[in-house]
Every structure is written in structure tokens, then in C-alpha cells.
């Protein structure tokens, strides 16, 4: 009986349901006094908001996570970034390995959903490589900043730190125990001009956000000497988006947040702002004292987000690509959007167009409710929608000073957002089959 049940459970209905109960045992343990560092109980709607924040790699936080946390509590938060990061059937798959356990066909369906993964071929396989890729990169960021934080702190210290930021970052959650704003550590606003800080998180946040399908072949590349459109799309787009938002951040913030800083400093943050949003979450500048048009652009790429495949959420940088191409194959007079050579199908244009009219309307929708619901301006309030659509983490205030309401709205938002839209419409709808006719075709004057 409950294996003929088991049978009719989607794969987005099984990973919207693991992520749930996940988020809710987090949030429970986060309200226990031994997790806070006071030893009293945290309001649940705040250990909800954090679970959420974490399990969804998010980043956005409603109490300090450095000094509202006790060590057990930041502990919890570095496991739920780590399995919300990597997904939670990716862990499972990895206790199924330790213990030779089969991985079913129903199993594998389901990871192949997690992973974005074009094939079910191979696809425990791959898995495995996931996780070796994940826990040495991890491994790595972790020691160089263990390295680099030694020589400002006692060596338990930076290796605990090394630990929950390179995990954070890698995992593109964003989540930092450095201290609040205005403590000795201003978040990583103290190493805006560190060469080493910079270069890891930047590189850490690169690799978590690329996807695992792109990191793999980027690895194999040296023996294939090959990479498939999917890898070259990424790598390309992200690649232009990355240098242009540099570029324009530079330009626009080089009389204002970046004045005071070194020519060098201004350099690394501009790079580190324009790579942060793409789903990373962590900021060497203070937002809320960048100009208009530096937080509008950080919206423009929070909402673009980060690639298939990874922790990252926005409609992703193929979405993107597939949109400018439809765009330019439409002034071009062309019928078909060509990349590299090779034309894609109507369906992935169809599916972009559909990814991107729900996402605006998502985030056009809380926008205006939470407009409604909390006493600031709107380009804050849009700025703190987009940025839990994108689970970037990226905030210009308005977060820790939320209404209940307005927490519970931002939860429902980190949520769609690290799930997709998709695939919590194909949760709710999940049996949809072909019509079996088509009607007459009819024309509408368009522009």
C-alpha cells in the first residue's frame, strides 16, 4: 500500500515535500534555547525565517546568525545550507552509497529532478562525482580562508569560520557569523580591499553557482577537449553578465561607495558585487548606501540568478540567453534562436518565456503586498522580493525590521524561489498530458 502510494508521488511533489520537512525540523531545533546564545527560546517565526533562509541558501536574516546563535545553532544552519545546497535526495543518495544501498528507478527519477540532469543515464554516477566535486572545493575554500583568517584571530577560531563561510559560499547561501554591520567585523565590508578573502569567496561563489552539469565537464574538458551548448551558454552568459555588471558598478559607485577606497579596492568590490548577486549573497559595500541605479542593476542580475543545476535560484542565465536570442532572432526576421551553431527547440523558448512571465508576476505580486504591509520605500522592498526570489541574500535593511506578516510573505518567496516556479506549478498539477487535438489557428495584431 504505501509503496503503490510512494509510486504516485511526482518527483516535484517528493522534492518540494523533502525540502518542507526539512525547513520545519530545522526551525524547530533553531527554537530550542540551546540553539540561541543567550539560552532563551527563539520566537518560532524566527527560527522559521532562518531554516528557510538556510535550507533555500538564501541568506537573508532576521537575527544576526554570529550573535543570535550558540555554536549548536550555527551547526544546524551549516546543515541545512549544506543539504539545501547540494539537495536534500543528493545527501540521501550519499548516506545510500556509505551503506550500499540500491538506488531504485523511482530514486533516480527523482535525482535526476534535483539535478536539473538532462539524462537518467549515468545519473548516480554523476551524483557521486557531485559530491567529490563539492566536499574538495569545500575542503579547499575552507583552508584558505583558515589560512588568511590565522593571522587575524586564534587558529580554532579561523578554522571554524573557514569552514562556515566556505560552505556558505559554495552552497551560494551567503549566511556569515562574522558579527552584525556595525560590529569589529562588519561582515566582509572590513576585507573589501583583501586580495585573498576576495579571490576565494568570488571563486567559491563562481563554482557553486555554475552548476554541477557545467563544473563536470569543465573538469573533463582537459581529456574531451568538448563542451556540450549547455556549458558554453552558461560559461558565455555568465561570463558577459559578470564583466558588464563590474563595469557599470565601477562606473556608477566610483564617486560614492567606492571613493574612499584604493584603485585596487575598488576593483575587487566592484567584481565581488557584480558576482554576488548572481545567487552568492555575501557584499564587501555597504547596499543601502549605493546610488539608484547600482541597486536597480543588483536587482536586474538577482532576478536573473545563477545557472541550472546549482544552488543558485532567478530564472537562470540560459532563461536569459534564450530570451535575448528570441528577442534578437525576432528583429533579425529569423524564425529560429540559434546559439553556437545550433538551433534550439520551440518548447525551451516556450518554457523560458513561461519561467520569466511567472517569475515577474511572482515578484511584481509580493512587491505590491508587501508594499502595503511594511512602512518603506518601494525600491527597498523590491529589492528585498527579488533578492529571496533569487535566494541571494543581498539586503538593504529592510529584513531584520520586518512585520510578521511581512516574514511570512519573504518565506513564501525564498521558498518558490529555490524550488522554481515550475516546479511547484508541476507539484500542484502534476498529471499533464498532450491534447489530442488542436484548434483553428487565429491571429492577434501584436505592437
Known amino acids: 500500500m504505501k509503496k503503490s502510494m510512494l509510486t504516485k508521488i511526482s518527483p516535484p511533489q517528493i522534492l518540494t515535500a523533502g525540502f518542507i520537512v526539512i525547513i520545519l525540523i530545522g526551525s524547530i531545533l ?28 538564501t541568506g537573508l536574516v532576521v537575527v544576526d546568525t554570529g550573535t543570535h546563535f550558540s555554536a549548536f545553532g550555527e551547526l544546524v544552519i551549516l546543515m541545512l545550507m549544506q543539504v539545501g545546497g547540494l539537495g536534500f535526495m543528493t545527501m540521501a543518495t550519499l548516506f545510500a552509497l556509505a551503506f550500499r544501498k540500491r538506488i531504485s528507478l523511482r530514486e533516480r527519477l527523482w535525482l535526476q529532478e534535483s539535478m536539473s ?18 566536499f574538495t572545493i569545500e575542503f579547499a575554500g575552507a583552508l584558505l580562508l583558515t589560512l588568511r583568517w590565522s593571522a587575524m584571530m586564534p587558529f580554532d577560531k579561523a578554522l571554524y569560520y573557514g569552514v562556515f563561510h566556505s560552505v556558505s559560499m559554495f552552497t551560494n547561501a551567503g549566511l556569515d557569523i562574522m558579527g552584525p554591520i556595525h560590529g569589529p567585523f562588519n561582515s566582509f565590508t572590513n576585507h573589501v580591499d583583501d586580495p585573498i578573502i576576495n579571490a576565494v569567496l568570488m571563486l567559491l561563489i563562481f563554482l557553486g553557482g555554475i552548476g554541477f552539469i557545467v563544473l563536470a565537464e569543465v573538469i573533463d574538458y582537459p581529456k574531451i577537449r568538448k563542451l556540450s551548448l ?78 541550472p543545476g546549482s544552488a543558485g535560484g532567478g530564472i537562470k542565465v540560459t532563461t536569459f540567453a534564450i530570451l535575448i536570442g528570441a528577442v534578437i532572432a525576432m528583429i533579425r526576421g529569423k524564425e529560429d534562436v540559434v546559439f553556437f551553431k545550433r538551433r534550439l527547440a520551440k518548447d525551451r523558448v516556450h518554457k523560458a518565456l513561461t519561467i520569466t512571465a511567472v517569475s515577474v508576476a511572482t515578484i511584481v505580486l509580493f512587491t505590491m503586498i508587501l508594499s502595503a504591509t511594511e512602512e518603506t520605500d518601494f525600491l527597498t522592498v523590491m529589492f528585498e522580493v527579488t533578492s529571496a526570489f533569487g535566494t541571494t541574500g543581498l539586503s538593504m535593511g529592510l529584513t531584520p525590521h520586518l512585520t510578521d506578516i511581512g516574514k511570512i510573505l519573504i518565506i513564501i518567496v525564498m521558498f518558490v524561489g529555490r524550488m522554481g516556479p515550475l516546479t511547484l506549478a508541476y507539484t500542484l498539477v502534476p498529471n499533464q498530458s498532450k491534447e489530442l487535438y488542436r484548434h483553428p489557428e487565429g491571429k492577434i495584431t501584436i505592437g
Open 230 to 307: 549547455h556549458s558554453k551558454v552558461v560559461l558565455y552568459t555568465s561570463g558577459l553578465l559578470f564583466l558588464g555588471g563590474a563595469v557599470l558598478l565601477f562606473i556608477f559607485e566610483y564617486t560614492n561607495t567606492l571613493e574612499p577606497l584604493s584603485f585596487a579596492g575598488k576593483l575587487y568590490s566592484s567584481l565581488f558585487q557584480s558576482i554576488s548577486p548572481r545567487s552568492g549573497g555575501a557584499n564587501t559595500l555597504n547596499i543601502a548606501d549605493m546610488r539608484n541605479a547600482s541597486q536597480f542593476l543588483l536587482i536586474i542580475l538577482m532576478f536573473i540568478g545563477a545557472s
Open 117 to 134: 540532469h538532462t539524462s537518467l543515464e549515468g545519473i548516480v554516477r554523476f551524483i557521486r562525482r557531485v559530491l567529490i566535486y563539492a
Open 30 to 57: 533553531l527554537s530550542l534555547p540551546y540553539a540561541s546564545e543567550d539560552g532563551m527560546h527563539t520566537p518560532f517565526i524566527d527560527a522559521f525565517f532562518t531554516a528557510t533562509t538556510a535550507a533555500c541558501v
